[in-house]
């Protein structure tokens, strides 16, 4: 079997946390200069996803430095956390794979409910207004609202949902497998012997 003996178990799992961590870099960076560069102003948005890639980067330091020191409580709860983030996220993606196009519009409408911000976002960023209907007795701050030739954001937003569900579903199934190859590494990595450790210490 490839990759049986401890120095590449040991190699393996760091290399696969260093790309958690690289991923997690990527994601505060972008939410950050999403922020910076007002491309997102709704801070929700960008809490979560700066959330999200403060929890992986904290994750993917616990298994690097569990493996580095094979230090057997970190590996276990680092391994514990790691399937529950597999299972969220593999059902977050199968969904996203599956969804068809009345679910995503109820979601997109329940979505633009909630967030004033996120509205503004979209009909700023897509040059549309309303969800459903254009009322030109209200305000948008869209380019096409003061010649009042705008389309609705439910028009617009169809044309991308679909195919943003796929790429969401895609990456998420792709980095749920890489989870759960995490998970199987580490319970591989705890059971083994370090060969420079003493032969007769308990693992």
Known sequence: MACAGFTCSK???CALNLLYV???LLLIGFAAWGKWFGLVSSFQVVGGVIGVGVFLFLVAVVGLVGALKHHQVLLFFYMIILFMVFVVQFSVSCACLAINN???HH????????SQTTQGDVE???NCCGFTSVNY???CPAICFSGQSCTTCADMIQ??????????????LFFSFSEILGVWLTYRYR???DPRANPSAFL
């Open 124 to 126: 700023k960023n897509l």
């Open 159 to 172: 044309q991308y949902a679909g195919e943003v569900l796929r790429i969401v579903g895609g990456i998420g």
């Open 11 to 13: 190699n393996s799992l």
């Open 22 to 24: 690289m991923v997690s």
């Open 107 to 114: 979601l997109l409408e329940v979505g633009w409910n909630n």
């Open 191 to 193: 059971n083994q012997k």
């Open 102 to 104: 009345d679910q995503q």
């Open 137 to 139: 007795n209200e305000t």
